[in-house]
C-alpha cells in the first residue's frame, strides 16, 4: 500500500472532523434533555390525531423535507405512518406568496392555511433570523400550535419569539455548517422518540 505525507487537503478535512466533533459533545451535554421533552410532546400532538408541520430557507428547507419523509414514511422500525408536512416543497404555493405578497409570508400563509389547534411546528433556522420562518411561528402561536426551533449561535429573534410551552434545541456554534450537522442528527433524536411511542402497523 503507498504512503503519502499528509496534504494541506487533508488538514482542512482534519480540521472539520474535529470542529463537527467538538460541536456534537458541547450539544450532547446541552440538549438530550431538551430533545428527549420536545421528542415526547410530539409524539403527544400525533398521538392526538394532529400533524406536524415543518420550514426552513435552503439546507434547512431540506432537513424539513427529509424529516417529513421519515415520517410520513418510516425512521428505524415498522409503524404506522405519520402526519407530517413540509412546507417547502410545493412550488407553485410557494411563488405565488413570495410574488403576489412578500417571500416573508411563504410559510406563515401556509400554517395559517393548514395549522389547527393542537398541531406542531418545526421551525429550522441556524441563525434565528429567517423572517419568513419566525412569521410562521407567529401564526403558529396564534393558532395554537407548539413550536420547536431549531437554532444555532446565540437564537437570535426567533429564541426572543418562543413562549413558555414552546421547544429551542440550540446547537452552541457559530459555523452554519456545523449547526446543520447537528440539526439532523436531532431531528434522528425526535423520529427515535417518535417511533419508540408510535403503534405499529
Given amino acids: 500500500m503507498s504512503t503519502r505525507s499528509a496534504s494541506p487537503l487533508d488538514e482542512t478535512i482534519d480540521r472539520l472532523f474535529q470542529e463537527h466533533q467538538e460541536t456534537l459533545i458541547e450539544s450532547r451535554r446541552r440538549l438530550v434533555p431538551a430533545t428527549a421533552a420536545a421528542g415526547a410532546r410530539l409524539a403527544q400532538t400525533l398521538a392526538r390525531g394532529n400533524k406536524i408541520l415543518i420550514c426552513g430557507n435552503g439546507g434547512s428547507a431540506a432537513d424539513a423535507q427529509h424529516f417529513a419523509a421519515e415520517l ?118 425526535l423520529c427515535a422518540v417518535i417511533d419508540a411511542s408510535a403503534s405499529e402497523p
Fill in 72 to 189: 410520513l414514511n418510516r425512521f428505524e422500525r415498522e409503524r404506522d405512518p405519520l402526519p407530517a408536512l413540509a412546507l417547502t416543497t410545493d412550488s407553485s404555493t410557494l411563488t405565488s406568496i413570495a410574488n403576489d405578497y412578500a417571500y416573508e409570508k411563504v410559510f406563515a400563509k401556509q400554517v395559517q392555511a393548514l395549522g389547527q389547534t393542537g398541531d406542531a411546528l418545526i421551525a429550522l433556522s441556524t441563525s434565528g433570523q429567517s423572517v419568513n420562518v419566525n412569521a410562521a411561528v407567529k401564526v403558529a402561536q396564534a393558532r395554537g400550535l407548539v413550536t420547536v426551533a431549531l437554532t444555532g449561535r446565540d437564537g437570535g429573534p426567533l429564541a426572543r419569539l418562543l413562549q413558555s410551552t414552546d421547544f429551542e434545541l440550540r446547537v452552541p456554534a457559530t459555523s452554519t455548517a456545523r449547526i446543520q450537522e447537528v440539526h439532523i442528527l436531532l431531528l434522528h433524536a
